[in-house]
């Protein structure tokens, strides 16, 4: 929905709302991929930092990758508001990506 309102921003009171969505959801999603991403660890694993810092490697190299694919989609198609629809497309294939990955829950 992020990615369709920002496809769509015409005025500068569009753009802050838009920003202002961005923030609420950007927080909520890094924190929840955290925890899911903790989830899919082995059971036991003494040593999870190790884990952890390829996430952070990931988390690096799709920060590249998608801002490279922003810009090189930009320049293709001549405006900004095609590369805002690549994304949603990515984020799309990622949730079909991240729905066949079984994840354990547990029973409080």
């Not at 990506?97 to 829950?105: E, G, N, Y």
């Amino acid at each position: 929905m992020i990615c369709v309102g920002g496809y769509v921003v015409k005025t500068g009171l569009d753009f802050y709302f838009l920003a202002a969505g961005v923030g609420l959801v950007m927080g909520g999603m890094q924190s929840l991929a955290r925890a899911t991403y903790a989830k899919l660890l082995p059971e036991n694993t003494p040593d999870t930092a190790s884990y952890f810092s390829f996430y952070d490697i990931l988390d690096k190299l799709s920060t590249v990758m998608g801002t490279f694919l922003f810009g090189l989609i930009t320049q293709l198609s001549g405006g900004m508001r095609n590369s805002v629809l690549f994304l949603a497309v990515f984020f799309i294939i990622s949730l079909i990506i991240m729905r066949r990955v079984q994840v354990t829950r547990d029973v409080a």
